[in-house]
Every structure is written in C-alpha cells, then in structure tokens.
C-alpha cells in the first residue's frame, strides 16, 4: 500500500469513526478553536489529573482532515502534560511541513506526513493541536491564525 493510500485510508477510518468525540461529563479545561480559512471549529474538553490529561473529548464542524487528525490527537494525547503537548506538536508541525520524516510519532500521526505535499490543508490538521492548547492554558477561544508551531 502506497503513502498516499496509507494516508486515505486512515483519515477517512478516523474522520468517519473518531475516537474521543463527544463531551466530558466533567471537564476541567475546555476551549473553542477555528480555522478562520477554511470555516473549520472544534470544541475540545479535557479533565486534567496532577497536570497530566486523563480523557479528551471533541466535536465540532469540521473537515476530514481536522476531524481525523482530533480522533488520532486523542489517543496520543492521553497522560501528557502541557509540554509534552507542545513537544508532541511541535514534531507533528515539522513533519507535516516536509522538514521530518514520518515514522517518529505516536499512532496514526505519522500518516499525515502526506500533508507536506498538501500546504493549504495544514491549518486543518493544525487546529486540534492549538485548541488543545488553549484549553491547557485556559484560554476559552482560539484560532489557527494566531501564535501556533
């Protein structure tokens, strides 16, 4: 199977079944994102445990790609704290900027590296990333056109 099949097939599993979709029963953070670009908005809820997430959950209006990469940030996200997040996207933003190879992240991340082929669609795989970090934060709105990696 090629990269390309690779990476078709995995962001329409995620985006037609994402993990962690839905609501928190009781959310410690929480925050709201837009992709001002593309109309994309997602509403993350975390519950944080002695700084580390213990759930996340997500739902909004989306794009499959912003939706898929929420699904697989979900999984990867689990017991990290606000550095690891920001190291986690940080990684991600190299590899899908071409500037990384695929391979070194957790889960499915790794088959978003075809989005270095795809420039105008890495804001919506961005989005999930900067709302996660704004709820850590505690910042209640956010969007891809701020301060991002």
Known sequence: MSASELYQRIVLEHSRAP?????????????????????????VELRVVDGRIAAIAFRGDACA?????????????????????????ARFARMIGGEAKAGTLPGDLNALAALAHYPSRRKCALLPFVTLRAALAGTAKTTTEGDHR
């Open 65 to 89: 790609i912003a939706k898929a990469t929420a699904s697989m940030l979900g999984e990867a996200a689990a017991r990290l704290d606000a550095d690891g997040i920001a190291a986690l996207e």
């Open 19 to 43: 993990r962690h979709f839905g609501a928190l029963a009781e959310p410690t953070h929480q925050a709201d994102g837009a992709n001002p670009l593309c109309g994309d908005a997602l509403h």
